[in-house]
């Protein structure tokens, strides 16, 4: 089984070109998050992009010299990208050096760097609407993608010209995301897979409701650990205040219905389905319309008609048998025995059981991966580690699974 890093960025080397545009400022920051991801990261800039940002600032932020001028001594153009490389981004990549790129020009240092390179190749595009639409930089563009390079962006929005359209630089986080993926063994590559994250909100009135303790830390982290590795991933989550994770389709719902009715709908057609949201077990058999006055009670206690809510776990499942459904069981006793008597009673081939006194809204979690086949503990660890590991037990699953097969009873 390939286990996936927790951190695949730690001690990766990376080369970063940075050519002219106003988004170079962005690029700062990128660095920063690199470094601070544990990559050891080396710059290389065109002359132009020297007159935005100064290279002592790259740097700083680097730990290493930055390279702009290929006549400086030695060969620079070919120790940036030297055989122990393991990704060179071109960020911000105006349309000149797209072209340059596609047809194998180099006339300076960062186009003599993507030449010369012995790695796999990421370009992050920026540049007005009009620059980027043009038939000329979409045949540079389909061009470089034909010889392997991934087209990073770029995203719509706000241009440095004072027009909305396509053409903006990605954000920093946005490519730090997509180069941990370019860097994560693509073990669930060709897979679709379904995640629901979160809780679920069953209303009272229009200001009150019932809900589970769920932060979606867990499920968010699933569902980018899934993209990382290469699936194509829908998330259906309920309220949360996390931001959604770079390159995943994220579907918003609010009560268990709702939720149950996305995910019958996301599911078709995909390779497995991992249940992580907190849904509410019961929710209020006739909601009001408007906010309920505690003075209509007249000092007596409030009743609420309570109705049980569906079983999407197992409806699901059992739904759609050739899917791959792992469950989670938020338990505070007898973690491993429950969450193996859950994988029975909802009729999935695995449920992840784990200690709610240590998971709620925190970053670590402790917990134990129960299947048929046995069971597997993590004590103390990240909900990322737990995420990766997850990842990877899912592709050994589906790789094992021949045609036709169900979920484990």
């Not at 988004?23 to 690199?34: G, P």
């Not at 702009?68 to 060969?75: K, P």
């Amino acid at each position: 089984m390939t286990e996936l890093a927790v951190n695949p960025l730690q001690g990766r080397r990376i080369t970063l070109a940075v050519t002219g545009g106003i988004a170079v400022y962005k690029v700062c920051e990128l660095v920063r998050l690199l470094v601070k991801s544990g990559a050891d990261v080396e710059v290389a800039m065109t002359e132009a992009a020297a007159r935005f940002v100064g290279p002592l600032t790259f740097e700083a932020l680097s730990g290493h010299p930055v390279a702009v001028d290929q006549f400086s001594g030695g060969m620079p153009h070919l120790a940036l990208t030297r055989s122990d490389t393991d990704l060179l981004v071109v960020a911000p990549a105006t349309a000149n050096t797209l072209a340059k790129a596609a047809g194998g020009i180099a006339d300076d240092l960062v186009s003599a760097v993507i030449l010369g390179r012995a790695c796999p190749m990421a370009v992050v595009p920026a540049m007005n609407d009009r620059m980027w639409a043009n038939p000329a930089t979409q045949r540079n563009a389909a061009l470089l993608r034909g010889d392997g390079v991934a087209i990073l962006g770029p995203a719509c929005g706000a241009l440095a010209c004072g027009v909305e359209g396509a053409g903006r630089m990605l954000e920093p986080g946005e490519i730090l995301a997509h180069v941990r993926r370019l860097l994560t063994p693509q073990i669930l590559a060709g897979r679709r897979v379904v995640v629901s994250a979160g809780p679920t909100y069953e209303p009272i009135d229009p200001v009150r409701g019932i809900t589970n303790l769920s932060s979606g830390k867990q499920g968010y982290a699933i569902a980018e650990a899934a993209f990382e590795a290469g699936a194509d991933v829908t998330l259906v989550t309920g309220p949360t205040a996390l931001a959604a994770p770079v390159g995943v389709h994220v579907v918003r719902t609010d009560t268990a219905l709702s939720m149950k009715k996305a995910l019958e709908s996301a599911v078709a057609g995909a390779d497995a389905f991992i249940s992580v949201a907190a849904v509410a077990d019961w929710r209020v058999r006739a909601a009001s319309t408007h906010k309920i006055k505690k003075e209509s009670f007249k000092g007596a206690d409030p009743v609420l008609a309570l109705e049980e809510n569906p079983d999407i776990l197992h409806d699901i499942a059992h739904a759609n048998p050739q899917l791959y459904c792992v469950g989670f069981a938020a338990e505070t006793e007898d973690v491993e025995q429950n969450a193996q008597k859950k994988r029975v009673r909802k009729g999935v081939a695995m449920v992840v059981g784990n200690d709610a006194s240590q998971a709620l809204g925190s970053d670590m979690n402790s917990v134990v991966f129960a299947a048929e086949q046995g069971s597997l503990a993590l004590e103390g660890v990240s909900k990322r580690e737990v995420a990766r590991r997850l990842a990877s037990l899912l592709a050994q699953a589906l790789d094992a699974r021949g045609p036709g097969s169900r979920n484990a009873a």
